[in-house]
């Protein structure tokens, strides 16, 4: 019974740490006065999503880990459209 709490406790804490990123970048003004205040945030907030989506992945079931592959591609997404916006 441990184990699958703790399995679930990793996935959710990874969802919330995606979703929390996921809200960050909705939110960018990228003409705002804190745009560099905003982006460094939003990097700190993928990055932790990034280390609880990995740590779930170690015990997660075939249904989460889908689940938590797609919250990696949609970071991804992300990063490259912040990138691509930056250059």
């Known amino acids: ?33 804190d745009y560099g205040h905003q982006l460094k945030h939003l990097a700190e907030e993928v990055n932790e999503a990034y280390q609880q989506i990995n740590n779930a992945l170690e015990n997660a079931s075939e249904t989460q880990r889908n689940r938590l592959e797609q919250y990696q591609r949609d970071l991804q997404q992300i990063v490259q459209e912040v990138n691509q916006t930056e250059q």
């Open 1 to 33: 019974m441990p184990y699958n709490k703790d399995k679930q406790q990793s996935f959710q804490a990874a969802q919330q740490g995606a979703e929390e990123a996921f809200d960050v970048y909705d939110n960018l003004v990228k003409d705002g006065a």
